[in-house]
């Protein structure tokens, strides 16, 4: 498998290396937009000790195209969906640019930034971590 980012993915960080430490480390979540697109999201501590957040997608040509990656805001594990094996030697290739280049999901539709966009809010729209100070809730 191939790791691929979005240049949006790559604003916030620019060491593609640090997020696929991520990606080799963390154990994903499952996650869906409205319109029922899967996607991952990944939350680890990258080889800067520095805690990120990541959102995937498997394409059809079976490489996994992280379209988000940012300083980590929640985590938490579903285990429903197998998640892609990645490792810290897994190869990158080259960055994707939405505009120009057509990335197929498995489902057969097309990658846009439109999906990307809900895939992300439906990472952030996952309840952040479960407070010390109050068992059973989680912060935001």
Known sequence: M???FTQAARKRCKRR???RHVLA?????SIE???GEPGWLYFGVDDRDTELEIVAVEGADGCLLVVHV???R????????????ITTDTPISPDVNL???????PNGRRLTQEVVDELV??????????LLTAPGTHSL
Do not use: N
Request: proline share 11%.
């Open 2 to 4: 191939k790791v691929r």
């Open 17 to 19: 290396a640090h997020a």
């Open 25 to 29: 480390t963390a154990i994903p979540v």
């Open 33 to 35: 937009t409205s319109k």
């Open 70 to 72: 940012m300083r980590s």
């Open 74 to 85: 929640s985590e938490g594990v579903d285990k429903k969906r197998t998640p892609p094996r």
């Open 99 to 105: 505009a120009t280049e057509e990335v197929l999901l």
């Open 121 to 130: 809010e439906a990472a952030h729209a996952t309840p952040g971590r479960p």
